[in-house]
């Protein structure tokens, strides 16, 4: 049974469109999107206008479960080097120690909800946490990956599952430390579970998996070439996500160890192109913004996570310029919020060059803009077809609340700038992910019992 809609408006890729009807196949494909249409009998009218889902393309699901607890002063005083992303990097590792299948399902299901609840239709699942918590791989050794995806059907939110290469604890194969233990593979065990999930997931257009090499500190080259080459054999197109240049040490310490800063080395060494998502690249030199602008490679960018850790700035205005892609990402979920990851973006920008609208773009409109790039870069990113209220796309939309007072006698172009900008209560009505109704009226179909697991999971977390 396909499914007809009808919109007062919808942001289509052109622009803001009226009268828009959608018809939307069984499997939850867009196969039309009319403007300037009439509504059938059979069309469900919408309450409000229309645009497309946000893909979120960073996620680690278990990190919303800690979000808060880092925020306690660190030995040395707040401000003090002693507290930065490295002293947050303990506190992660010391919450680890009681988190297991369980309770990893009851967290993640309870992140996707929110994120649904706030716009987000599609996550990149950037998956580390493969063993039990003395370091030994479960029975099923993609046990952990599989309840990420059990808890993303149970929500309906899209899932690039990304199994994470992690094998070192520093550049130049340095050995991992204890703390790291639940996360270490080598290339091919990390392989048999990406081919794992890859099973679970076949013939399923909600889902994707790709590879994450964590970042140039955890692997080698020959460790790096190994996981690329077998994900090449199981998916050549199979998007690829990679943490980088996102703290100035790890810049000082890759220069020391190659020569070259961090981004430098992935353009030189490797084929980096459109599969490629680098996470952060906070720290890039001009030459690097141009280059991974020009590579088709999105840049992955989280600034609420990156304002909470002290990261930097991302080099936005040169890299846009340059024709760069880009997307957001909730990251460790202090935020689940697409409309703060995008208001930080620009207030990071304006606060430091002391100008305003920096980040303007094709329609001059620097909400709509914003959240249009973010979706097709997102969307490049999870390597779907989300982002966009196109045929062939996913039908995943979300139904502006136009009775909140930001909205009121906004015309369809100031609808996002108002949202982005001045939208401090939540403007998200009705949202739809691959052709079906998950949140409506503001609330997941499963908010309750969704809730009630996560409490519980969280009390035995607490001990
Ligand atoms: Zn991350």
Redesign the pocket.
């Known amino acids: 049974m396909s499914l007809e809609l009808f919109a007062p408006a919808a942001r289509l890729p052109g622009g803001w469109a009226r009268d828009v009807s959608f018809v939307v196949d069984a499997e939850g494909w867009l196969l039309s999107a009319t403007p300037d249409s009439r509504p059938t009998p059979a069309s469900e009218r919408l309450a409000g206008p229309v645009v497309p889902g946000q893909p979120n393309l960073?996620s680690?699901a278990f990190q919303r479960a800690m979000a808060g607890l880092a925020e306690r002063v660190a030995p040395g005083g707040g401000g003090s080097a002693n507290d930065s992303f490295w002293s947050w990097r303990e506190t992660m590792y010391g919450f680890l120690a009681r988190l297991g299948p369980d309770e990893l399902e009851a967290v993640a299901a309870q992140l996707y909800v929110e994120m649904l609840e706030a716009g987000y239709t599609a996550v990149g699942e950037?998956h580390y946490l493969h063993h039990d918590p003395e370091g030994r791989p479960y029975g099923e050794p993609a046990e952990m990956g599989l309840r990420l995806l059990a808890a993303a059907q149970a929500s309906g939110i899209g899932l690039t599952l990304l199994p994470v290469l992690y094998g070192f604890g520093g550049f130049g194969g340095q050995s991992a430390g204890l703390a790291q233990r639940r996360f270490l593979n080598g290339p091919e065990a990390l392989l048999a579970i990406a081919a794992r999930l890859r099973e679970a997931l076949a013939g399923d257009p909600q889902g994707r998996v790709g590879l994450a090499p964590h970042s140039l500190r955890a692997v080698t080259p020959e460790t790096l070439r190994e996981g690329l080459a077998g994900l090449a054999t199981l998916d050549p197109d199979a998007p690829i996500h990679i943490?980088v240049a996102e703290q100035t040490r790890e810049v000082e310490d890759c220069l020391a160890w190659s020569g070259s800063r961090p981004v430098r080395w992935l353009l030189d060494n490797l084929a980096i192109d459109r599969r490629w998502c680098f996470?952060h690249a906070t720290h890039m030199d001009e030459g690097e913004t141009r280059d991974l602008a020009g590579s088709g490679a999105v840049a992955g960018l989280?600034p609420t996570t990156e304002a909470n850790l002290g990261d930097g700035l991302f080099p936005a205005p040169g890299y846009r310029a340059a024709g760069g892609a880009w997307g957001i990402g909730s990251?460790s979920h202090i935020s689940v919020d697409p409309v703060e990851e995008l208001r930080w973006l620009e207030y990071g920008q304006r606060l430091v060059l002391r100008r305003r609208n920096v980040l303007a773009g094709a329609s001059g409109h620097l909400g709509e803009d914003l959240w249009a790039e973010a979706a097709a870069g997102g969307a490049r990113a999870l390597g779907r077809p989300v982002g966009a209220l196109a045929p062939g796309c996913r039908a995943d939309l979300v139904v502006l609340d136009a009775r909140q007072p930001c909205l009121a006698d906004r015309q369809c172009a100031g609808l996002m700038d108002a949202i982005v900008f001045a939208g401090n209560r939540r403007a998200v009505r009705d949202v739809m992910v691959g052709g079906r109704w998950r949140v409506r009226e503001g609330r997941h179909e499963a908010r309750e019992a969704v809730r009630a697991g996560f409490d519980r999971a969280m009390a035995r977390l607490a001990g």
Request: glycine share 0%; hydrophobic share 30%.
């Open positions: 960073h680690h950037f943490h996470v989280c990251d």
